[in-house]
Antibody, heavy 118, light 110 residues
Framework: DVKLVESGGGLVQPGGSLRLSCVVS????????FNWVRQAPGKGLEWLSY????????VYADSVKGRFTISRDSAKKTVYLQMSSLRAEDTAIYYC???????????WGNGTTVTVSS | QSALTQPASVSGSPGQSITISCSGT?????????VSWYQQHPGKAPTLLIY???SRPSGISDRFSGSKSGNTASLTISGLQAEDEADYYC??????????FGTGTKVTVL
């Protein structure tokens, strides 16, 4: 069974930092690319970041460029999203997704909730 | 990168067919055959319905079909069922090597 399990969400003050993790199982981690996607309360999906299978190619949405960093650890089969300088508008459910053929997200985790508030 | 444009809501009666549009630009929808569609039920994570404009993953009903003309992609749901009531999002690869989602469409089964 293909599984992606996010963790690391929680309540953080504006300006703070948080690191999200996405542990995968059921497939060969090193063969796949991944994305982070978020969904603010009552809003639509927003793509945030992409990392290639080898980790060398990384892309960010303008909304998080310079504040968020995506990375991956093959030994731990884990994808990370390091988030800093958090703002109220970063409050959302954050999903880790498997990216296939560089163009569609064929597996999603259940998400982890990040709340930025004082 | 601006979100792709979808109608906010579409409704239909059981058994009917409905179509959801997804409008983009030549830098995303129109430039590549890399449009995908996702279904999201309330409180759940999205799931992949359609990829590469019109391909269905294993296990997805053939009542769901996709197409594209120019900068606009479409998702058609045939034989509408109560379980199809959900939010639907299109998505596309972009020329800046990123990805963009549509604004989302709420489907209501009357």
């Amino acid at each position: 069974d293909v599984k992606l399990v996010e963790s690391g969400g929680g309540l953080v003050q504006p300006g703070g930092s948080l690191r999200l993790s996405c542990v995968v199982s059921g497939f060969t981690f090193s063969n796949y690319e991944f994305n982070w996607v978020r969904q603010a309360p009552g809003k639509g999906l927003e793509w945030l970041s992409y990392i290639s299978a080898g980790g060398r190619n990384i892309v960010y949405a303008d909304s998080v460029k310079g504040r968020f960093t995506i990375s991956r650890d093959s030994a731990k089969k884990t994808v990370y999203l390091q988030m800093s300088s958090l703002r109220a508008e970063d409050t959302a459910i954050y999903y880790c997704t498997r990216y296939n053929d560089f163009n569609y997200m064929d597996a999603w985790g259940n998400g982890t909730t990040v709340t930025v508030s004082s | 990168q601006s979100a792709l444009t979808q109608p906010a809501s579409v409704s239909g009666s059981p058994g009917q067919s409905i179509t959801i549009s997804c409008s983009g630009t030549s830098s995303d929808v129109g430039g590549y055959n890399y449009v995908s569609w996702y279904q999201q039920h309330p409180g759940k994570a999205p799931t992949l319905l359609i990829y590469d404009v019109s391909s269905r993953p294993s296990g997805i009903s053939d009542r769901f079909s996709g197409s594209k003309s120019g900068n606009t992609a479409s998702l058609t749901i045939s034989g509408l069922q109560a379980e199809d009531e959900a939010d639907y999002y299109c998505g596309s690869y972009t020329s800046t090597y990123g990805y963009v989602f549509g604004t989302g469409t709420k489907v209501t089964v009357l």
